[in-house]
Nanobody
Framework: QVQLVESGGGLVQAGGSLRLSCVAS????????MSWFRQAPGKEREFVSG?????????YYTDSVKGRFTISRNNAKNTVYLQMNSLKPEDTAVYYC??????????????WGQGTQVTVSS
């Protein structure tokens, strides 16, 4: 079993930055990819960004965060990060990390974290 634990959420003013982290623990961890999702109040959960786990990793971003968010990983630490800059009130949501063992970035994920709240004030 794999456990994913997010951290780094909080309250920030519009234009500010936050860095989210997600650490995986448990059995040997060799996913195909790890991704970040978010869910705002009253809305469905949406994909934010994903990164493949192999060398020469590929990344993917939803259009609304391109140029503002950067996903990265540290395989040795089983950790994925989401650097969020130029935050907007519409980025307010609970952010979840997730892992999957097969391509593509879309579709079902095998493991999910509990989420971390990000609140951006105007």
């Amino acid at each position: 079993q794999v456990q994913l634990v997010e951290s780094g959420g909080g309250l920030v003013q519009a234009g500010g930055s936050l860095r989210l982290s997600c650490v995986a623990s448990g059995r040997t961890f060799r996913p195909w990819a790890m991704s970040w999702f978010r869910q705002a109040p009253g809305k469905e959960r949406e994909f934010v960004s994903g990164i493949s786990w192999s060398s020469g990793s590929s990344t993917y971003y939803t259009d609304s965060v391109k140029g503002r968010f950067t996903i990265s990983r540290n395989n040795a630490k089983n950790t994925v990060y989401l650097q969020m800059n130029s935050l907007k009130p519409e980025d307010t949501a609970v952010y979840y990390c997730a892992a999957k063992y097969e391509a593509p970035f879309s579709g079902n994920y095998d493991y999910w974290g509990q989420g971390t709240q990000v609140t951006v004030s105007s």
